[in-house]
């Protein structure tokens, strides 16, 4: 059975940072593109990064370069560094496989949220 389960969430201040982790089972994970996502109140779930079985990344232009997406394939643990965090990153945060929006993949955990506010 597919399990995902995000943590490392919080509230931080704008300009602090965070690192959300993912441990899945039950899943292909290891072997599978992976990403972080995100749903903020009132806005559609939106992919923020993703990176393959191999290691290659790539984020949400607004991301780019104050997240980093990372995997440890043989924990099935994915990671999420998030720095110089803003506002608007103020979201739940969950994992998934890199295609879970587009292909509609039903299954998703409860996420983590994070709050960025002074």
């Known amino acids: 059975q597919v399990q995902f389960v995000e943590s490392g969430g919080g509230l931080v201040q704008p300009g602090g940072s965070l690192r959300l982790s993912c441990a899945a089972s039950g899943t292909r994970s290891s072997v599978s593109a992976m990403g972080w996502y995100r749903q903020a109140p009132g806005k559609q779930r939106e992919l923020v990064a993703s990176i393959t079985s191999s290691g290659v990344a790539d984020y949400l232009d607004s991301v780019r370069g104050r997240f980093t997406i990372s995997r440890d394939n043989a924990k099935n643990t994915l990671y999420l560094q998030m720095i110089s965090l803003k506002p608007e990153d103020t979201a739940v945060y969950y994992c998934?496989?890199?295609?879970?929006?587009?292909?509609?993949?039903?299954?998703w955990g409860q996420g983590t949220q994070v709050t960025v506010s002074s």
């Open positions: 998934n496989y890199g295609n879970a929006l587009v292909s509609g993949y039903a299954y």
